[in-house]
């Protein structure tokens, strides 16, 4: 049930991480433990069924990352200004944010709250083609680039004028042209998120002995699957035993 490795389009996937319906194929075990890691499971859906890409996994042993993009800036909404439409949240159990990301934040419906100071010009967002996200508020858009506490200060004076604000995290990037269009080369990059190797609750030793380690959905460690059908725990011991 837990394939070794296989290709999605131009990604390949492999432990930790795992197609999420992998442990589907059998009835009576399905949905009680996962491939890898609990956290790195991957749904396959059809085009618009899904919000977030997987662009790339890098397992390398000191670049361990995966890179994502929202899928609303690959389609070509919007042109070269695309609208963002969500934020990413995760838990920090087994991914991190990369130290090489930044924020943007987008504030949308500027208007109706009261005239926004001629000091924010620099921060609208002036192409013809943008298009509020559906649900904005009516008005003017922003895009705040987020640098210093300077940066933070006018973002927490341009909120109080705008219905809607969105953070999303970005590349770290070159800030020139950036109301004009330059943000959506930007976005189209995708970002990176971090993983990292288990090394507590006996996982460690699994994966020392060729296995892999199978968890529940509440990120318990359930125990080693090793190659032939079998299991183990914590280890798998006929290789250990070898060894």
């Given at each position: 049930m837990c394939s070794e490795s296989f290709w999605r389009g131009s990604v390949e996937i492999h432990y930790p991480f795992y197609l999420a319906n992998a442990t589907e194929a059998t009835a009576d075990h399905s949905g009680n433990y996962s491939c890898g890691y609990t956290d790195l499971s991957i749904s396959c859906k059809?085009?618009?069924?899904?919000?977030?890409?997987?662009?790339?996994?890098?397992?390398?042993y000191d670049h361990q990352t995966i890179l994502l993009v929202d899928s609303d800036v690959l389609g070509g909404a919007g042109g070269d200004c695309p609208a963002v439409r969500h934020e990413v949240s995760f838990d920090e159990t087994w991914l991190h944010s990369s130290s090489y990301?930044?924020?943007?934040?987008?504030?949308?419906?500027?208007?109706?709250?009261?005239?926004?100071?001629?000091?924010?010009?620099?921060?609208?967002?002036?192409?013809?083609?943008?298009k509020s996200p559906p649900g904005a508020a009516p008005g003017d858009s922003f895009v705040v680039i987020m640098t210093d506490e300077h940066?933070?200060?006018?973002?927490?004076e341009l909120a109080?004028?705008?219905?809607?604000?969105m953070v999303v995290t970005v590349p770290s990037?070159?800030?020139s042209n950036f109301t004009n269009g330059g943000y959506g080369g930007v976005l189209k990059l995708g970002f990176?998120?971090?993983?990292?190797?288990?090394?507590?609750?006996?996982?460690h030793l699994c994966e020392a002995?060729?296995?892999?380690?199978?968890?529940?959905?509440?990120?318990?460690?359930l125990g080693c699957l090793c190659h032939g059908g079998?299991?183990?725990?914590?280890?798998?011991?006929?290789?250990?035993?070898?060894?």
């Open positions: 059809l085009e618009g069924q899904t919000w977030i890409s997987v662009e790339n996994i890098s397992y390398h990301n930044d924020n943007l934040t987008f504030l949308f419906g500027c208007d109706p709250r009261g005239p926004v100071p001629p000091e924010f010009d620099a921060y609208k967002i002036n192409c013809t083609q943008f940066d933070r200060y006018l973002e927490q109080t004028k705008c219905g809607n604000t990037y070159n800030k990176e998120l971090e993983w990292s190797r288990i090394t507590e609750d006996g996982c002995s060729n296995g892999q380690c199978a968890y529940s959905q509440h990120r318990e460690f079998k299991a183990g725990n914590p280890y798998c011991k006929h290789i250990a035993s070898s060894k």
